[in-house]
């Protein structure tokens, strides 16, 4: 029964922000680290940003370190992922996963003029 949806992505311009946003359910949210990836086409799934149950951000990405941010609202039982100053080598699909070794069916973000 664990679920996890992600939303907020579509086509945004170099330099724009998105936010993407986790919500899960099916499990006890405030007791699993949750982790963001990406896969483009053409290429291996990558990890973009982890935070852990205490809210601290962990893992953070060199290519996005400084233009992503991730938190968490446990009362929302949602995480999410500001994503700021894009680039087109940031397109990909977006999935969230919990540590269990869930993941959602992901979210598209195009980075394009």
């Known amino acids: 029964q664990v679920q996890l949806v992600e939303s907020g992505g579509g086509l945004v311009q170099p330099g724009g922000s998105l936010r993407l946003s986790c919500l899960a359910s099916?499990?006890?949210?405030?007791?699993?680290?949750m982790t963001w990836y990406r896969q483009a086409p053409g290429k291996e799934r990558e990890l973009v940003a982890g935070?852990?149950?205490?809210?601290?951000?962990?893992n953070i990405a060199g290519s996005v370190k400084g233009r992503f941010t991730i938190s968490r609202d446990n009362a929302k039982n949602t995480v999410y992922l500001q994503m700021n100053s894009l680039k087109p080598e940031d397109t990909a699909v977006y999935f969230c996963r919990q540590a269990g070794g869930y993941w959602g069916r992901g979210t598209q973000v195009t980075v394009s003029s």
């Open positions: 099916g499990f006890s949210f405030s007791l699993h680290s």
């Open positions: 935070i852990n149950i205490l809210g601290v951000t962990t």
